[in-house]
């Protein structure tokens, strides 16, 4: 769900209110689309912690390792990046300064495969699990994902499937290889 706008009392609002509507069984992720600068980020963060979240993900500027290492540490969320880290040297410093807790690559802002498979290794060496980006090559991801044991999950996005003679196929919320 996205959060971040220019309301953050109404992003929360409406986090609770999907909360409320669909309980404990729903798991809800937020994504702040780099939306907020650290102050907001923290103080609404806090005020979202009652409503029992998977992930906040990119709550501010993905170039604030610093920032995002004070989120992951007060925070009771746990803080996702990745669609706008581009190298594997990025994802190394963000997990040696313990600001994120689930690494997002997507492999075609990596710089493919090799680069991603190595995102993922280096998240394995650390027990953080790998949820890819999906953005524009999705099709992609589901190959990657069966291929590493720290992916439990893909972001999934349906569009652009008519362009594949074998679309991402989900079935009862699980991927089908």
């Given at each position: 769900i996205k959060v971040g706008g220019p309301s953050p009392a109404e992003d929360v609002s409406r986090i609770g209110e999907i909360r409320k509507r669909f309980g404990d069984s729903l798991t809800i992720m937020i994504d702040g689309n780099e939306g907020w600068d650290f102050n907001t980020a923290m103080y609404w963060g806090k005020r979202l912690e009652p409503y029992?979240?998977?992930?906040?993900?990119?709550?501010?500027?993905?170039?604030?390792i610093e920032g995002h290492a004070v989120l992951a540490r007060e925070l009771e969320i746990p803080i996702s990046v990745g669609e706008n880290l581009m190298t594997r040297f990025a994802f190394r410093d963000y997990v040696k300064a313990r600001a994120v807790e689930f690494l997002q690559p997507d492999v075609t802002r990596v710089g493919g495969i090799t680069e991603w498979l190595k995102i993922a290794d280096l998240a394995d060496c650390y027990n953080l699990p790998v949820v890819p980006h999906s953005g524009d090559m999705m099709q992609i991801h589901q190959h990657l994902v069966g291929a590493t044991q720290n992916s439990p999950m893909l972001e999934y996005i349906p569009w652009g499937q008519e362009l594949f003679i074998h679309p991402v196929r989900i079935n009862k919320g699980f991927l089908a290889l």
């Open positions: 029992d979240l998977y992930w906040f993900e990119e709550p501010i500027h993905a170039d604030d």
